[in-house]
């Protein structure tokens, strides 16, 4: 058994070379394990084992989620709460050469997310087991490995059950690492990162680093930890020495002073390094970074969240950790445009609901200056005060993520019922929250409470009696009795962890909501005063994206009562989030579908997910319901250059104007004001005949690691240019060159048309085409074609680019 020590050293001013994070020359290697798996559904005997034959398997590529590949059915195991989505048994198996340098090293094999159950091999000998497919786990591989030869990495994945109220995905769904380091190294996640005191002359960056001996003597070792700021310049050094105990781990403690700090903020992401070294006999042994921000954070009754000293009003929306077409595979570059969409409405946080995410989720937040709240589980089915059930899940998911500058908040769980009703689960709740404070005390923890009924089924009860335990009260859909909550807990902040996007009172016939509650952004902004309220730091939307699961009736595969389709289109209504969420001046048409009305079911029974920003409506509808969206003062509506008028925004308490206009082709037109002087403009314009595909692509240049994702928008246009908003012209893709075509989409969650299919109907104009580079250099072509139009294509350039080495 190992056992564990504890020194603590004060920097000094010692400068070592550093290492390039990934490929040390010596040290650590860290190479991505995710090309040349061989894979199949079902559950073949012996696949474990070196000898058997795996030719018939498919050759694939991680991440895979084979669940997205369908087929999709109402009979399927996974239900509503899966989306009809397959499940099953599938086994992934890589042959690799250990080279003979590996000799003398400690290798392991570290799986970002397996959905579900995994069990994993080598060489016919089983390293591991992992229950919870949300999050990562390492495997030691180095007493089996065969040096110099081929060795053969085996993963069975039970995922017969559906694990979650979601859709789950299937398989090895993130990336898979091959770890190689001396026996005197950095144990895994063995970094913690804090700056316990900082102001504008200088920030004290605490350094806790647990070193593991994984060898039968003792190890007189050095640690060298060098700070680098943003721009990469040093800007502190310990070195510390420590003598490490046979098959023991030990953690050091360093204290680093960096002069006038950079520090981390939303509008300026700033990110420094920790760059560690290990030496042992004067031999590099490891070497590990670890990126953290510069901030601090605290959450007040009297000012709501602080980060470096100034409020930051949350303005956030959960997120399922789907990408539509791709499933759960974790894509980097699929997670950053959704990202990036969030953050041009205004957003500022999100909500990782209800386990945890990928960790190139948490890198990017970091890097664009998004804040987490961060959650670990959803119900508490199976747990116990005892630790029963969470506590080494628990363990890992902070210690994975605690460095992450963007976590603001721990959240030990959603909707936990029955937990929350009854004393088992305040003393639950008790024994997760002592706990993740012994790891990392320097956030507060929460759970996201459900709405508590009474005994007559009401919902103005007081909250659960664990509310008074927690840091922060997060709640769902409560808003409008925060008045009489803070009564109750006058000294606790609050925080909106779930509301719903579409209370509005003056969108007419509005369905889909028995909570008859207005919007309850207004919990968190009084506009009769423009003011925040002091004790309520913000609020998340449920949810930012349509997402798979929580489906409803079949054939739908997903839910629909978002912000923005599957697809990445944003809906109409989320200009309104993004006239509440965002300070520079907007305006915004959208038009009340008359079809809604005809087919309610299809826009979830509320006409706020049917409004349309077009104006290509039928003859026979002689007045158009027309709402603007704004965060100026007034708007002024005009018809074929007309003016229909001015109206103010304080008019309307729901901050939404609302119009009634003929249905007159042409154009419609929306001037927002101030002082009179226009700051925003948005128009529709009547669409003529379609006579073309327009193909409108994110980026043309990809990196040839077989990673990266071009994702282009299929436009049908008019003569003008103008998307003609017919329904259900098919387009087909074809592509050439070093790229395949991963998904299609179109934001339709009924559309039977399979997501890896190469080709799709239109939706409203447009659909969604997603292509992924390989790992060769070159020209990529997709080509769209749709009967009687021309052909449209685009051409993609693949280049080999620096970046994560990778095992062949």
């Not at 489906?551 to 989320?574: C, Q, T, V």
């Not at 314009?685 to 043309?700: E, I, W």
Request: charged letters at 20%; a neutral charge.
């Amino acid at each position: 058994m190992r056992r564990a020590f504890t020194i603590l050293m004060i920097a000094t001013g010692l400068c070592l070379p550093i290492t390039r994070k990934g490929v040390a020359a010596k040290g650590r290697e860290r190479l991505r394990m995710d090309s040349g798996w061989k894979f199949t559904l079902g559950d073949p005997p012996n696949a474990e084992k070196p000898v058997f034959d795996d030719h018939t398997w498919r050759n694939i590529d991680l991440p895979h989620d084979w669940s997205i590949e369908g087929p999709w059915s109402e009979d399927n195991p996974s239900g509503s709460a899966g989306g009809y989505s397959s499940l099953g048994i599938g086994w992934y198996r890589k042959i690799f050469l250990a080279p003979d340098d590996f000799k003398g090293k400690r290798v392991y094999a570290e799986f970002d997310g397996v959905m579900n159950h995994a069990d994993v091999w080598i060489n016919g000998l089983k390293v591991d087991h992992n229950e919870y497919g949300y999050i990562g786990f390492e495997c030691d591989l180095t007493p089996w490995l065969k040096f110099g030869k081929n060795n053969v990495l085996a993963v069975r994945v039970d995922n017969l059950k559906q694990a979650s109220r979601w859709y789950t995905g299937s398989g090895i769904y993130r990336h898979v690492w091959l770890t190689v380091t001396d026996p005197v190294h950095v144990t895994h996640w063995g970094t913690y990162v804090t700056t316990p005191k900082v102001t504008g002359a200088a920030a004290l960056v605490k350094i806790e680093t647990t070193l593991e001996n994984d060898s039968d003597a003792p190890a007189a070792c050095h640690l060298t930890t060098r700070v680098l700021s943003p721009a990469g310049t040093p800007d502190g050094t310990s070195r510390s020495p420590a003598i490490i105990p046979p098959r023991a781990v030990l953690t050091v403690t360093q204290l680093i002073r960096v002069a006038r700090p950079e520090l981390w903020s939303l509008e300026l992401p700033r990110l420094y390094r920790a760059v560690e070294e290990v030496r042992h006999d004067d031999k590099l042994t490891d070497t590990y970074q670890t990126p953290f921000g510069i901030r601090t954070l605290k959450f007040e009754v009297d000012h709501g969240f602080m980060l470096n000293g100034q409020r930051v009003v949350i303005k956030g929306v959960c997120l399922h950790h789907d990408l539509g077409a791709l499933g759960a595979a974790a894509y980097e570059a699929g997670i950053e445009r959704r990202l990036r969409i969030l953050q041009g409405m205004g957003v500022n946080a999100v909500r990782l609901s209800h386990n945890p995410y990928s960790p190139e989720m948490l890198d990017l937040c970091d890097r664009l200056g998004i804040l987490v709240f961060d959650e670990a589980f959803d119900k508490w089915y199976g747990f116990l005060p005892d630790g029963t059930g969470w506590k080494d899940d628990l363990k890992s998911f902070v210690q994975r993520d605690r460095n992450h500058p963007s976590v603001f908040i721990w959240s030990m769980g959603n909707e936990m019922t029955p937990h929350m009703y009854y004393p088992i689960g305040t003393r639950l709740y008790q024994a997760m929250s002592g706990f993740v404070h012994q790891y990392e005390p320097t956030r507060p923890v929460t759970a996201a409470l459900h709405p508590v009924r009474n005994a007559r089924g009401q919902r103005d009860a007081p909250l659960a009696a664990l509310a008074q335990f927690m840091d922060v009260i997060s709640m769902n859909y409560q808003a409008w009795f925060y008045p009489r909550d803070h009564r109750q807990h006058p000294s606790q902040v609050f925080l909106g962890s779930e509301i719903h996007p579409f209370q509005s009172n003056n969108l007419n016939k509005l369905g889909g909501s028995s909570d008859f509650s207005g919007n309850q952004w207004f919990g968190t902004q009084n506009y009769s005063t423009n003011k925040f309220f002091d004790y309520v730091a913000g609020q998340f939307v449920w949810a930012g994206f349509d997402y798979l699961g929580e489906a409803g009736p079949w054939p739908s595969k997903g839910s629909r009562h978002n912000l923005i389709d599957m697809a990445g289109f944003r809906k109409p209504f989320s200009y309104y989030w993004q006239s509440l969420y965002s300070n520079k001046p907007m305006v915004r048409i959208a038009v009340d579908n008359p079809a809604f009305y005809a087919n309610p079911r299809k826009y979830g029974g509320a006409n706020w997910n049917a409004l349309s920003s077009h104006w290509n409506w039928p003859t026979s509808v002689k007045t158009l319901r027309v709402y603007t969206f704004t965060n100026a003062p007034g708007v002024e509506l005009a018809l074929n250059g007309k003016s229909l008028g001015e109206k103010s925004l304080k008019d309307y308490a729901d901050r939404i104007i609302s119009w009634d206009v003929p249905n007159q082709p042409g154009t419609l037109e929306a001037i927002a004001k101030e002082d009179g002087r226009p700051v925003a403009t948005h128009e529709i314009s009547t669409a003529g005949k379609a006579v073309g595909l327009a193909l409108m692509p994110d980026r043309t240049h990809l990196d040839a690691d077989g990673d990266n994702l071009a994702f282009v928008e299929v436009r049908l246009v008019d003569a003008n240019g103008l998307v003609v908003p017919t329904a259900g012209t098919l387009v087909h893709f074809d592509i050439s060159g070093p790229g395949t075509i991963v998904g299609v989409d179109n934001g339709d969650l009924d559309d039977a048309e399979p997501f890896e299919s190469r080709q799709r109907e239109t939706r409203r104009g447009r659909c969604l085409v997603i292509v992924k580079s390989t790992r060769e250099s070159g020209n990529i072509n997709l080509t769209a074609r749709a009967g009687g139009f021309p052909e449209a294509s685009v051409e993609f350039e693949a280049q080999s680019a620096p970046g994560i080495a990778a095992l062949p």
